[in-house]
């Protein structure tokens, strides 16, 4: 299983545009990135999932460059509500157990 | 998106007692659902994978005598911690896994404390 490192925490001001980036070096051909969100005493909520490249939904966007090493999770003009906790995940083509990481505590500042 | 419920919310218990908690899949089959628990400041840990029909699979360490899980149907799956000690005291969340999006839809958690 890909092991996923991420920065344990990361402050940023209001409206401003978050970047989360996810390390995963052991990542195998077939497996794909997914992050979720939590918020305390929450269950985590899906954000975005991709294989490769650019993915972007209507809350986020997930770059992936070409060795798929890494990957970065975009969030564009966060706001107070947005202060929660990010995991990042590297997903098995088969079996689709989830491993969760420490995860990046994200705190949005007036 | 695909909605996924737990219940109860929130249990308190006394010790030795046995608590069952209940996981649903609202608007999507699920063959398979997750069971984790996640202590204060830390992050979620995979307990058991639920699959309907079958025995579940438990992560290494984990006690399938102490965490009973049934999935009758493809919609509910069950945990049940039998002779709860406060150390049980956690929280507990499930989700299930929706093929169609290939990816997992977790539940809102239930916090059970053991006095």
């Known amino acids: 299983l890909a092991k996923t490192t991420q920065p344990i925490s990361m402050d940023s001001y209001e409206g401003q545009e978050v970047n989360i980036t996810c390390s995963h070096n052991?990542?195998?051909?077939?497996?794909?990135i997914t992050w979720y969100q939590q918020f305390p005493s929450q269950g985590p909520r899906f954000i975005i999932q991709?294989?490769?490249t650019k993915v972007t939904n209507e809350v986020a966007s997930l770059f992936i460059p070409a060795d798929r090493k890494s990957s970065t999770l975009s969030l564009p003009r966060v706001s107070l509500s947005d202060t929660a906790v990010y995991y990042c995940?590297?997903?098995?083509?088969?079996?689709?157990?989830?491993?969760f990481g420490t995860g990046t505590s994200l705190t949005v500042i007036p | 998106g695909a909605v996924v419920s737990q219940h109860p919310s929130r249990v308190i218990c006394k010790s030795g007692t046995s608590v069952k908690i209940e996981c649903r899949s609202l608007?999507?089959?699920?063959?398979?659902m997750f069971w984790y628990r996640q202590f204060p400041k830390k992050s979620l840990m995979l307990m058991a994978t639920?699959?309907?029909?079958?025995?579940?699979?438990?992560e290494q360490g984990v006690e399938k005598d102490k965490f009973l899980i049934n999935h009758a149907s493809l919609t509910l799956s069950t945990l049940t911690v039998t002779s709860a000690h406060p150390e049980d005291s956690s929280f507990y969340i499930c989700?299930?896994?929706?093929?169609?999006?290939?990816?997992?839809?977790f539940g809102p958690g239930t916090r059970l404390t053991v006095l």
């Open positions: 989700s299930a896994l929706s093929e169609e999006a290939d990816t997992q839809y």
């Open positions: 052991n990542i195998a051909t077939n497996d794909y």
């Open positions: 995940l590297v997903v098995p083509s088969t079996g689709n157990q989830f491993y």
């Open positions: 608007d999507f089959q699920a063959t398979t």
């Open positions: 991709g294989y490769k």
């Open positions: 639920s699959n309907e029909g079958s025995k579940a699979t438990y």
